[in-house]
């Protein structure tokens, strides 16, 4: 690793690539050798651990785009920011019973004495937490900093009509935004929803894991009208949990309510399913199918 800090340790978010003088902007060049020692690097992170987002990657590294060379897949970077909308169409009756006998599931939480949700601050990290919530079919949501006002008014009208317990479980940064935003989201969602059961709990970042982790940490923002209030000078952004350590989080918060015994009786019935559907297709197109 002492070869990699020589390689980098100039670069910060702001001047990965330039430094900055009195007199002008000076363009910082690095040798063929450091930058393949970063991008070896780069590499080695992803192989291990994909996908995450190009911040999480850079807490690690300094990123340099290796996409566009082949170098990495396209697919070990997410990005959750931008996306389309378009209704699902089909060229016919066969093609959409195949495709839904693909990605036919049942609801795993009406199973369950409990009703399950992992909210996030950032929508960039959603495609890593994805990977865990999707398993489990447990509503992802985005609340992007402060949450509007219709999107946490209808979250909580979901959550009273699901008529059992809810476990709400909160990622965020650690700092005087992040940490007000959680208080937020939960003081609406109780007052939206005053009849229903709310667990509302915080799992990262912590200042537990902070000092536990050791995660690198960025000066409080002290513009931040909340500053004063937080109580201390340093803030870490949720992006600075490696990305596998923040998967098992959402999976550790998902899998304390997950009957594994419902579970397994579910998965049976739902692979049933989805072979009928099969047959159904192929009734329609004259051909026979199997489910992978």
């Not at 363009?27 to 999480?56: G, M």
Request: aromatic share 10%; with cysteine.
């Amino acid at each position: 690793m002492s070869e990699l800090n020589s390689g980098i340790q100039t670069a910060t978010p702001t001047d990965a690539f330039y430094v900055s003088t009195n007199i002008k902007q000076k363009r910082f060049r690095r040798t063929k050798a450091a930058v393949k020692t970063i991008r070896d690097a780069i590499y080695d992170i992803l192989e291990s651990d994909n996908p995450q987002t190009v911040r999480q990657v850079f807490y690690a590294l300094t990123v340099v785009d290796m996409r566009e060379a082949g170098d990495i897949s396209f697919d070990w970077i997410a990005d959750n920011t931008r996306w389309m909308r378009k209704p699902a169409t089909f060229v016919g009756l066969e093609a959409c019973l195949s495709n839904t006998s693909k990605f036919y599931r049942r609801d795993l939480w009406a199973a369950m004495p409990v009703y399950v949700e992992i909210w996030c601050e950032k929508d960039a990290l959603a495609g890593v937490l994805m990977e865990e919530t999707e398993v489990y079919d447990v509503p992802l949501m985005v609340a992007r900093g402060y949450a509007s006002l219709s999107f946490l008014h209808s979250a909580a009208m979901a959550i009273e009509a699901k008529d059992k317990p809810a476990y709400i479980y909160h990622f965020g940064d650690y700092d005087p935004s992040g940490v007000d935003a959680a208080r937020d989201v939960e003081a609406k969602l109780r007052r939206y929803a005053p009849g229903a059961e709310i667990h509302f709990e915080r799992p990262a970042v912590t200042r537990e894991q902070i000092e536990q982790w050791n995660l690198p940490t960025r000066p409080t923002k002290q513009s931040d009208t909340r500053a004063k209030k937080f109580g201390s000078a340093t803030s870490v952004e949720l992006d600075a949990i490696p990305a596998r350590r923040l998967r098992d989080l959402v999976r550790e918060c998902i899998e304390r309510h997950v009957d594994r015994e419902k579970l397994a009786l579910l998965r049976v019935a739902e692979q049933s399913e989805r072979e009928l559907l099969v047959k159904w297709a192929a009734t329609y197109g004259g051909t026979t199918g199997t489910v992978s």
